[in-house]
């Protein structure tokens, strides 16, 4: 059985923790990760029979019965990941009837999985059926967008735009638009559920006040899909309060979903 702090899933999960980490994205313990394993490589480095213990889920997910999660710890803080990854992290599946998690590996502590645990399974199912490829749900909570919550309309197609407006890349890397959801108590199935309904039609969810959600196939596309949109409430964090003389228009909007072969969520481009 080969050592699972060499396997590639694991190393690049420190990575982007602790680029995440680094970005300012998770003070304390804010933020969460859980990244779909497939069983053949989570066989190389575990003993798929060596359950250490089961924890109930709260919730049923048959949907993603049999299925493998690294998954960061509830109260956890991403900037020790690094230093101690079978504490902070834990690899689980979920059991055939859909309402509990085996841990395999990690919580070493007598930890948890996050407890926003609902709002990543919830989303995994929804991201799954429009892409079987999406093996992660990303929270965290950056200062700009978070910022931007406060100030700006939370329509969500206002919000896209204006978000759009603010570099030119943006349309290409999310031209399905940004989510977003109004405050709401964290941590319940009540918001896994209204994350996963956002999920179908977006890849970023916002939740206004509190932080964002990510969905994407590997870490490093889900990074930069919230690094990107970060980048973009930034840029209007710097400009709100000034008078604007320039913008990027519909018609060069337009323009760039002709050059990247992208096509701009229906109805938010005139
Ligand atoms: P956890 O420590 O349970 O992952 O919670 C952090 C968080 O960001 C809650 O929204
Ligand atoms: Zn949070």
Known sequence: MKDILTAPFMVEM???TTEMYRHGWDERNGGNVSLLLEEKDVAEYLD??????????G???????GKYFLVTGTGKYFKNIQYAPDVNLGLLRITSDGDKAEILWGY???GRFTSEFPAHMMSHIARLSADSENHVVMHCHPANLLAMTYVHSLDEKAFTRTLW???TECIVVFPDGVNVLPWMLCGTNEIGEATAEKMNTARLVVWSQHGIYGAGKDLDETFGLIETAEKAAEIYMKIAHLPLVNTITDEQLHLLE???GVKARDGYLN
């Open 14 to 16: 420190i990575r982007t």
């Open 48 to 57: 798929l029979n060596k359950v250490l213990r089961t924890e109930p889920v």
């Open 59 to 65: 919730f049923k997910a048959p949907e993603l019965a």
């Open 108 to 110: 070493s502590d007598g």
């Open 165 to 167: 407006q603010m570099c």
């Open 258 to 260: 002709g050059r990247f």
